[in-house]
C-alpha cells in the first residue's frame, strides 16, 4: 500500500497570509506513461463531506477559487493557499489514487492565528 | 446538478448486516466508477472500495479491511450504488460516503452514519 504523510498535522495562520501543506508518498504516484500525478487535495469542514481542490497534483477542480494551488511530482507534494481567508478554516488531505488500496494523508488542520 | 443521497444508515450489532444505498441524479450514472469511502468518527479518511462501469465489466476492487465481507453493486436503470455490508465489526462504525469517481472522486454524498454496537 502506498503511504500518504502530510506535515505538519495542523498550523495556525493569519488572515492574508500563507498556509503551505506538505505531503510525502511512499512510492511515486507518477506513472511516466500518462506524464500524470494521481493526487488529489481535498478539504473537508466540520459536519461535511470531503470537496476536491486539486487533481493530478496541480490542476484546481471548477469552481476553486486561485489562491488554492498545487505542485511536487512523484513522491513529494505541496498543497498552498496564498492568502488564508476565514472561510478556509478546514481540515485538508491529500489522496493518491495511481495504485489500489487508495490512501489518504492523516489530515492537516488549518486554523486562524 | 449532481446529487448523490446515501441511506440506509444505523445501529447494528456485530456480526450483523446492513445494506446502503446511494442514489443519484444529475449525471449519465451508467458512465461513472462508483466509489465508497468511510470516516471513523474524529478519524481520517478510507477507502472502502469501487465498482467500475459497466462499460468496463461493472468489476469491483476492495480494501483489504472489508474485502470478503463487503460488496458492491449498481443499477444503472435506477441510477442506485449499493453497499452490501456483512459481518460487520465494531471497527466498521464510521460515516460511509458514496462518490461519483473520476478518478478522482469528484461529488461526494453527504454521508450515512453506521453504528456497529452491541
Known amino acids: 500500500d502506498i503511504v500518504m504523510t502530510q506535515s505538519p498535522d495542523s498550523l495556525a495562520v493569519s488572515v492574508g497570509e500563507r498556509a503551505t501543506i506538505s505531503c510525502k508518498s511512499s512510492?511515486?504516484?507518477?506513472?511516466?506513461?500518462?506524464?500524470?500525478?494521481?493526487l488529489a487535495w481535498y478539504q473537508q469542514k466540520p459536519g461535511q463531506p470531503p470537496k476536491l481542490l486539486i487533481y493530478w497534483a496541480s490542476t484546481r477542480q471548477s469552481g476553486v477559487p486561485d489562491r488554492f494551488s498545487g505542485s511536487g511530482s512523484g513522491t513529494d507534494f505541496t498543497l498552498t493557499i496564498s492568502s488564508l481567508q476565514a472561510e478556509d478554516v478546514a481540515v485538508y488531505y491529500c489522496?493518491?489514487?495511481?495504485?489500489?488500496?487508495?490512501?489518504f494523508g492523516q489530515g492537516t488542520k488549518v486554523e486562524i492565528k | 446538478e449532481v446529487q448523490l443521497v446515501e441511506s440506509g444508515g444505523g445501529l447494528e450489532q456485530p456480526g450483523r448486516s446492513l445494506r446502503l444505498s446511494c442514489t443519484t441524479s444529475g449525471f449519465t450514472f451508467a458512465d461513472y466508477p462508483m466509489t465508497w469511502f468511510r470516516q471513523p468518527p474524529g478519524k481520517g479518511l478510507e477507502w472502502v472500495g469501487f465498482?467500475?462501469?459497466?462499460?468496463?465489466?461493472?468489476?469491483?476492487e476492495y480494501a483489504a479491511s472489508v474485502k470478503g465481507r463487503f460488496t458492491i453493486s449498481r443499477d444503472d436503470f435506477r441510477s442506485i450504488a449499493y453497499l452490501q455490508m456483512n459481518s460487520l465489526k465494531t471497527e466498521d462504525t464510521a460515516v460511509y460516503y458514496c462518490?461519483?469517481?473520476?478518478?478522482?472522486?469528484?461529488?461526494w454524498g453527504q454521508g450515512t452514519l453506521v453504528t456497529v454496537s452491541s
Open positions: 465498482i467500475r462501469s459497466s462499460a468496463y465489466g461493472g468489476t469491483t
Open positions: 512510492q511515486t504516484v507518477f506513472p511516466g506513461t500518462t506524464n500524470k500525478n494521481y
Open positions: 462518490t461519483r469517481d473520476t478518478f478522482p472522486a469528484d461529488y
Open positions: 489522496h493518491q489514487y495511481y495504485s489500489p488500496p487508495w490512501t
